[in-house]
């Protein structure tokens, strides 16, 4: 008896050994991956596609519009030279905050750091806000310029309110990037070529720019990107210079042309994309610079 028992086990066992394991790691990581894959295909990879599709449904040209009509070139140029001018001032004012706070020990440095870093957490609408009570028809220096010269001053609604609010919404993010770089530097390297004699100019230029270059470039490129694709403070502010967002959302909003916003969208995807490859490119390689 106990001898077929043994028998009758195994062979239950060398049975459930050929049906496949429903825990095999192999099994486990599609169950994991499957959701994953579902929602990416779902929520990007079909919408991208019908993005680039949509606009062959009114003729190839249709994808070129940004450089064939005027006023589509003009919201395009108008976006980048907006972005590359508020990256470029948010980097130098970033740079010199940041590298301060991280060479510099005062009390409340925490707090101020705190101050400086409190707009991260504002959405753009609500900075564009900020400008209209700063520079709008109802914002101080109106008031002010009414008082002294019978004039209100308005400036937010143009490209000053735009580079303000950008700028505004764009420096918290340099100084704690480069708050954080400055304090992970070696110091070393300063302190040795002080004591070979070197001038903060050349201990600037042959110690801090090598040392943050990396930083800059990164930092940058997500500045760039984040102003190129800016819509809330746009949609708040752009009532006299339109920027890119803008016309986008006007075409498939007020005028329910999707193949022309598709169209858009793309040429905006691909100058931010091409402007992230070179600073990954260019980051990745400082030795080739």
């Known amino acids: 008896m106990p001898h077929a028992m043994t028998q ?21 990581l599609l169950a994991c991956v499957a959701p994953a894959a579902a929602f990416f295909a779902a929520f990007w990879l079909l919408p991208v596609v019908r993005l680039l599709a949509l606009p062959a449904g009114k003729g190839w040209a249709t994808y070129f519009a940004v450089l064939t009509d005027a006023r589509y070139l003009a919201s395009m140029v108008n976006t980048v030279v907006l972005s590359v001018t508020v990256t470029l001032a948010t980097l130098v004012l970033g740079a010199a905050v940041g590298i301060y706070l991280a060479r510099r020990a005062f009390v409340g440095k925490r707090v101020l750091l705190s ?29 002010i310029g009414d008082t002294l010269f019978g004039e209100r001053i308005t400036f937010a609604y143009g490209l000053l309110g735009l580079f303000l609010a950008y700028l505004y919404f764009s420096l ?7 708050a954080a770089a400055a ?3 070696n110091m070393q390297l ?36 984040t102003s190129m694709g800016a819509f809330g403070t746009a949609f708040t502010l752009a009532s006299k210079f339109e920027v890119i967002p803008i016309t986008i959302y006007n075409e498939f909003t007020n005028y329910a042309n999707f193949a022309l916003a598709a169209s858009l969208s793309i040429a905006l995807g691909v100058v931010t994309w091409l402007v992230l490859f070179m600073a990954r490119r260019f980051g990745a390689n400082p030795v080739a610079r």
């Open 190 to 225: 300063e302190e040795a070529a002080r004591s070979l004699g070197a001038s903060r100019l050349r201990v600037a230029r042959d110690v801090w720019l090598p040392e943050l270059a990396p930083t800059t470039l990164a930092c940058g490129a997500i500045l760039f990107a």
């Open 115 to 143: 101050l400086l870093t409190l707009p991260l957490s504002f959405p753009g609408v609500i900075i564009g806000f900020f400008v209209i009570l700063l520079g709008g028809r109802q914002g101080v220096v109106a008031d």
């Open 8 to 28: 009758a086990i195994s062979m239950n066992a060398s049975s459930a050994s050929d049906v496949p394991n429903a825990w095999n790691p192999r099994w486990r």
């Open 172 to 178: 918290p993010r340099a100084i704690a990037t480069y």
């Open 183 to 185: 304090e992970s530097m």
